[in-house]
């Protein structure tokens, strides 16, 4: 049996993975230390002989005796809220953690996957962002703490991969979203359901005109599960390219909650992007993957999900 071992594995996506994997076999050790990550995503796994906690934080020394086959580094805060208000520990997870976690697929001789994101792209001037674009990043603005740790963590990987000929991948990812967000998340499709279920007025950002592209948990999943079997060490975007602006989002939440909520509005926060659309050229030549949830389906479980955790 081939043993996983995740950080950030008690996160909103290292929980849905710990799930995945387990289901086809593998053996997984969840590594986190719950600043955003929550020991709920995990409960039911607990009692499971394949399934291992270990409640640590990643920037520090990591000690395990068993047999590593695969390491998937999922640690980080992902959202503004988190990262805005643990600046230096984003920082540290995307530098040091990112150091040590190389160091075990090192010793062990594992296959490393980092997960990435699609702000290494920053506040894009090309749209849809294919892999080969270097981004447009505020190295110093609030946002910065995030998208430079994520780009710094790549950078140490390749150097990883090309020193100590490390087995790696690079998953970017776009936003995603579905059961097990926090309703405190922050991030767009959270905030909106959680509004539209109370009746409150669903908070936009500038004019709302911005766009996103929004994947659904199960097939980014899916998208991680065939880039760690491929045999690509360049980076992959996995999202989904239906774009859509974050005003139609908010008008389309509101209609599928049935609420009667109104819209309100903000200023725009600092380096917000104006554009997110991933490019998934590479994801469907190399991995044969592409979304297949459409974005009624994805909003309705996440809609139930938020149903039930408000009672």
């Not at 043993?3 to 997984?28: M, P, Q, R, W």
């Not at 430079?148 to 970017?172: C, G, Q, S």
């Not at 908070?203 to 760690?228: H, K, N, P």
Request: hydrophobic share 35%.
């Amino acid at each position: 049996m081939a043993t996983c071992l995740i950080t950030g594995g008690a996160g909103f996506i290292g929980s849905h993975l710990c799930d995945f994997l387990i289901s086809k076999g593998y053996s997984v050790i969840c590594i986190d230390n719950l600043i955003t990550g929550n020991i709920s995503n995990i409960s039911h796994l607990l009692k499971n002989s394949n399934f291992r906690f270990i409640e640590h934080d990643v920037t520090l020394d990591i000690r395990i005796e068993d047999k590593i086959d695969y390491c998937l580094h999922f640690a980080s805060p992902a959202s503004p809220v988190d990262y805005l208000k643990l600046p230096i520990q984003t920082l540290k997870v995307g530098a040091l953690g990112t150091h040590k976690t190389l160091g075990i697929a090192k010793a062990k001789g594992s296959r490393y996957l980092l997960a990435s994101t699609s702000e290494v792209y920053g506040d894009p001037l090309v749209n849809p962002q294919p892999e080969t674009y270097w981004g447009n990043v505020n190295p110093i603005g609030p946002r910065g703490v995030y998208d430079e740790a994520k780009r710094f963590a790549e950078a140490i990987v390749m150097a990883y991969h090309r020193v100590h000929n490390i087995d790696t991948r690079i998953i970017r990812i776009f936003n995603t979203y579905g059961e097990r967000m926090r309703k405190n998340d922050g991030r767009a499709i959270p905030n909106f359901i959680d509004q539209a279920l109370k009746g409150e007025p669903l908070t936009i950002y500038g004019d709302g005109s911005q766009t996103r592209s929004f994947c659904y948990v199960s097939d980014l999943i899916e998208g991680i599960y065939a880039l760690m079997g491929s045999n690509t060490h360049e980076p992959v975007n996995i999202g989904n390219p239906s774009e859509m602006t974050i005003l139609e989002l908010a008008k389309k939440i509101i209609e599928m909650a049935h609420s009667k909520s109104k819209l309100t509005s903000k200023s725009l926060p600092a380096d917000d992007p104006k554009v997110r659309r991933p490019d998934i050229t590479r994801a469907k030549e190399i991995l044969n993957w592409q979304p297949r949830v459409s974005l009624e389906e994805g909003l309705r479980k996440t809609i139930d999900y938020f149903k039930v955790i408000s009672i």
